[in-house]
């Protein structure tokens, strides 16, 4: 098969472990026969250095022309430091989400059976973990209305969901649950939240259409207890965009490095494909930071979006060999040989 690939490398340490993902997907598509067509454009601090918007209508028009979007990070250190600053890379992320119609974030949270004792957490707490969030993306308190009055003395971020936008997020849950363990968690705050009761009645009213699903209805606050508690209590969770941004960090926890955990994220067209973590200012350059996120982030992407899951098996199983025989960057290396972010990447397409 051909792929167009839109590939936003963005800042920080995006362009480093972005470039290890391009070489173990040519070398899979190498392996099974296929041919992808990387479309390069500019996202975050880079494309508002070089034109001024963190995500300009050329950007947008590569990736809803493309098969898929490979995301790096999007970030920069300088933008953090001046709350007063116009315009921010982060503005750039949102409105890409919003264009592209990015509507459920995919943030699956598995342990590797070689790291088990890399994560702070107790092994016999943690192990058999596999649950998946689905996130909100393009609602609630991300995207209500905002500002300041009284002369700046007082600021608002509106959250607004309507029954729509629950429903198609709900939806995806549902069927994902269908797939897997067939449980099903709505996390809310419904003991006070208007939103959040919407959230829970139009969840309860799906309830009929699925009834193989088990659903349960939990507060975010005790999620966030149970989560690092019982994690592999947990299956699939559904919950709204600001719940989800923290569950999703907090879980990361349980595989043991930020590092590893890859997303995707899927509207009614197009996917993106990123890692869930940052732009890591402080390692950018140095040919430190962990490109397994990435890399994970592409078997996503020919799993999702390409429905090639023989490819993606290709890549998991890969990164499973790296770990197991140490081939790892310094985060994961536990005081032993770290290799560079560019050898692990040489490292997996050689192995593919
Ligand atoms: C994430 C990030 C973004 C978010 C930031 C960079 C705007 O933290 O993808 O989780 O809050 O959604
Ligand atoms: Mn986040």
Redesign the pocket.
Known sequence: MKFNIALLAGDGIGPEVIDQAVKVSDAVAKKFGHEITWKPALTGAAAIDAVGEPYPDETHDVCAASDAVLFGA??HPRFDNDPSAKVRP?QG??KMRKKLGLFANVRPTFTFPSLIEKSPLKKERIEGTDLVFLRELTGGI?FGEKGRRDEGETAYDNCVYTRAEVQRLAKKGFELAMTRSKKLCCVDKANVLETSRLWRETVQAMEKDYPEVEVSYEFVDAVAMRLVQWPNSYDVLITENLFG?IL?DEASVISGSMGLMPSASMGSDIALFEP?H?SYPQATGLNIANPLATVLSAAMMFETAFNLPEEGAAIRDVVNKSLAEGVVTEDLANGGKAYGTKEVGDWLAANI
Request: aromatic fraction near 10%; avoid cysteine.
């Open positions: 999007i970030g982060e992320l949102l991300y941004d999703t869930i940052g």
